[in-house]
């Protein structure tokens, strides 16, 4: 009798765990909560924790309680691995990252190796912010979709408004060394000579991707080389301790970037007073005039001590999941992957969004924006800077579409 009593003290507790977690939606959020990514990992989890609350007060995912389950990868591909299994063991079956396209790529084979080994139990990935375009080209997968616009989009955009500035002539490029920055740097140069010719590239530079912890010989280089602009890719303390060294040198250049809004880089561009000298190419920000991004800005800013909302691709993500659940009736992976493919949405910023069935890439308006001081129609600053940033060019859907090399296999 007394073992039966032990055995069922011990058989409560798991039961009723098993009973929690077939009423909660789980994903694993997996991206850096340590190391030098972890400015930008931790806004992310913030986010995430953010709009699983904001679909939970609406009833959660078909009645389901949405839990984001943070694990801290570190950057690292390897470590990535650990943790998607470590996810995947404590029964998630979908998992969201972003930070890092080596990470991306080591998640993807994974992704599709454990679900063709696992029928019956497979695992969605969400991409939110690792752009490499070789993702939704030629190492597609049917069980990855990218909600942020690859690099070559932003890139195509980029150029383009820098095609229309006759006062760029000289272009340092500077990118991170693996495949994300190897990417900017060479559409960088393919598209710029195809647009203006009579640009010079006076500078390519590649360093370790978070590991520089002073970047003033960078930018004693960029100085001395004579540039007029940069284009850099960078990201996390890259693009902040690179704008923090251009503001210490007086460097007085124009930036074209992918991530200057990120954590320290706004603080950067005041000190160094580039008014509206830095863009950057996003698929959002907070002072577009549209009222759902503007109230769930106040929200998201309220919550978390001003802290601007960086990822309206995550708000995206969370919400498409939760009407493609909805549309298949159903949180079987393949049945939401299904549901997903093709599915046009109102983004959060204002305007139409498609999930491309050929390659999960997701199009949708794209702004290019400067940080400076403000209007009366920029009504939110950046990190307390009293500057915030305003729309210089808009490209709308139809004109970030581009051609892809995908040969998806389905199940």
């Known amino acids: 009798m007394r073992k039966l009593m032990i055995a069922a003290a011990f058989a409560f507790p798991l039961m009723g765990g098993a009973a929690l977690a ?5 994903i694993g959020y997996i991206d850096p909560l340590s190391g030098g990514g972890a400015s930008v990992g931790e806004v992310g989890l913030k986010t995430y924790q953010f709009l699983a609350d904001e679909l939970n007060a609406k009833g959660g995912i078909l009645g389901k309680k949405v839990e984001i389950v943070p694990l801290d990868n570190k950057t690292n591909p390897q470590e990535s691995l650990i943790q998607a299994q470590k996810a995947i063991d404590g029964g ?27 029928p019956g139990k ?23 979709f990218r909600w942020d616009a690859n690099s070559d989009i932003k890139m195509e955009a980029l150029t383009n408004y820098i095609k229309t500035t006759p006062s760029v002539k000289k272009i340092y490029l500077i990118n991170q060394d693996y495949s994300f920055g190897e990417s900017v740097r060479t559409t960088a140069k393919k598209m710029l000579a195809a647009k203006r010719p ?16 002073d970047f003033a010989p960078y930018v004693a280089k ?21 704008l923090k060294a251009a503001a210490d040198a007086g460097l007085k250049v124009n930036w074209f970037t ?42 998201f800013r309220a919550k ?17 999941f939760a009407a493609a659940a909805e549309k298949a009736k159903s949180l079987d992976p393949v049945k939401v992957a299904a549901a997903l493919e093709g599915m046009q949405f109102e983004v959060l910023n204002g305007g139409k969004g498609v999930m491309r069935k050929d390659d ?40 970030t579409i581009l051609p892809t090399t995908c040969k998806m296999e389905r199940p």
């Open 22 to 26: 077939q009423d909660t939606v789980k």
């Open 92 to 118: 998630v079956r979908y998992i969201t990252q972003g930070n890092g396209s080596s990470v991306a790529g080591a998640l993807i084979d994974f992704v599709s190796k454990y679900n063709e080994r696992n």
């Open 122 to 144: 497979e695992v969605l990935y969400f991409n939110y912010a690792a752009v490499d375009p070789v993702f939704t080209n030629d190492k597609c997968s049917f069980w990855h």
């Open 198 to 213: 009579d640009i010079q590239i006076v500078g390519d530079e590649l360093h370790p991707l978070l590991k520089i912890t």
């Open 222 to 242: 960029i100085k001395a080389s004579g540039a007029d602009s940069v284009i850099t890719g960078n990201w996390g303390q890259d693009i902040a301790l690179l």
């Open 258 to 299: 992918y991530y200057a809004g990120g954590a320290g880089g706004p603080t950067a561009v005041k000190q160094a007073n580039l008014n509206h000298q830095v863009f950057q190419i996003t698929e959002g920000y907070a002072n577009i005039d549209h009222k759902d991004s503007v109230e769930l800005e106040k929200a």
């Open 304 to 320: 978390y001590n001003g802290q601007t909302f960086w990822y309206p691709r995550a708000a995206n993500e969370m919400r498409m």
């Open 360 to 399: 999960h890439q997701f199009f949708q308006p794209m702004y290019i924006s400067s940080l400076g001081e403000r209007t009366e129609k920029e009504p939110f600053d950046e990190e307390k800077t009293g500057w915030g940033w305003k729309t210089v060019a808009k490209v709308d859907t139809d004109q």
